[in-house]
């Protein structure tokens, strides 16, 4: 089960489990019979539902239901979702249980998602739980992905609360405190797109953690253990270039701050502390605080390398406890 968390909680890899690798959506296929209707959930929003499965073979149909409507901002296809979920694979007269979100922590999911996901999906408001039986044409369709086990006839089933709605192009809404520089990086934005960073010339990066708070948002502060969603930019100083950004992947990012084993790196998880929704953060990191002596070479980060974030705070969730 850890493997399709991980993959479904990394928005940098390029095909999740909620992200189709085809080029356009296919037409629904005419139902065989009713099978996909019988399948249930239940249980109350925000915990982990009871799902049954007829034991049979699944149809054809694209099948949806709202269990829960929920009273929140209704999702476009210009926004991400903060969501927990279940996801079973139904194959033949079986299924079973790849993923559950609710006994770990909730997932952003943004970006291009599988056809059946997209049609349960939007225009479903925050504080709904969605129902959706896909079958194989709208989800991976006949060439199925073998690395995660399924297969051409596999049928995915999803149960998932909508925890919240965020604009694929969300950014910090606090009011402007500085602009960097100063022997740091100096940063500037224009709405609605990624800060763009400019190293100063000829200047030896700090061999300490720089935390400098661009823009003071008014929220709560960020304590350890929280989900907060957010944007950010990196940059590795030795280069002035980026090497990642959840601007171009159209989604936010999620992560427990403070999780053991840590979900982003240290430099991240001491800078971020005490900062505030809403604010802008520069985070000047020393290759000790963040990928260490053996760096990440598929980013092209060397292990001497001092990388520059921008990170801008969107939101912070409390995990209950127990998932």
Not at 70 to 84: E, Y
Not at 142 to 163: N, Y
Not at 222 to 233: E, H, N, R, T, W
């Amino acid at each position: 089960m850890r493997r399709f968390l991980a993959l479904i909680a990394i928005p940098l890899l390029a095909c999740l489990v909620l992200v189709g690798c085809g080029s356009s959506k296919p037409k629904p296929a005419a139902p065989a019979d009713n099978t996909n209707l019988a399948v249930t959930a239940t249980g109350a929003f925000g915990m982990s539902p009871k799902v049954t499965i007829p034991k049979a073979k699944a149809d054809n149909a694209l099948t949806v239901k709202t269990l829960i409507k929920g009273n929140g901002p209704a999702l476009t296809k210009a926004d991400s979702l903060a969501a927990n979920f279940v996801l079973y694979f139904w194959n033949g007269a079986t299924a079973a249980l790849k993923a559950d979100t609710y006994t770990s922590n909730p997932a952003v999911i943004g970006g291009t998602m599988l056809p059946g996901l997209e049609s349960a999906l939007i225009g479903k408001k925050a504080g709904s739980r969605v129902l959706a039986v896909i079958p194989p044409a709208e989800g991976y369709g006949a060439s199925g992905d073998s690395e995660l086990g399924i297969t051409s006839k596999t049928t995915l089933v999803f149960v998932i609360d909508v925890l919240s709605v965020y604009s694929n192009n969300a950014a910090a809404s606090g009011a402007q405190v500085s602009n960097g520089g100063g022997g740091l990086p100096t940063v500037s934005a224009k709405a609605g797109s990624a800060p763009v960073v400019t190293i100063p010339a000829k200047v030896t990066p700090p061999t300490t953690l720089q935390v400098k708070t661009l823009i003071k948002g008014n929220g709560a502060k960020l304590v350890k253990g929280q989900y907060v969603i957010a944007q950010y930019v990196g940059y590795i100083w030795r280069t002035g270039k980026v090497f990642g950004s959840s601007w171009t992947n159209s989604s936010p990012f999620g992560f427990v701050l403070g999780a053991s084993p840590s979900q982003v790196i240290p430099g991240w998880d001491e800078g971020l502390v005490g900062q505030t929704v809403g604010s802008r953060v520069l985070l000047v990191i020393p290759p000790k605080d963040g990928y260490g002596k053996t760096g990440a070479s598929s980013a092209g980060i060397k292990g001497t390398d001092t990388l520059v974030f921008v990170v801008d705070i969107i939101d912070a969730m409390t995990l209950q406890s127990g998932g």
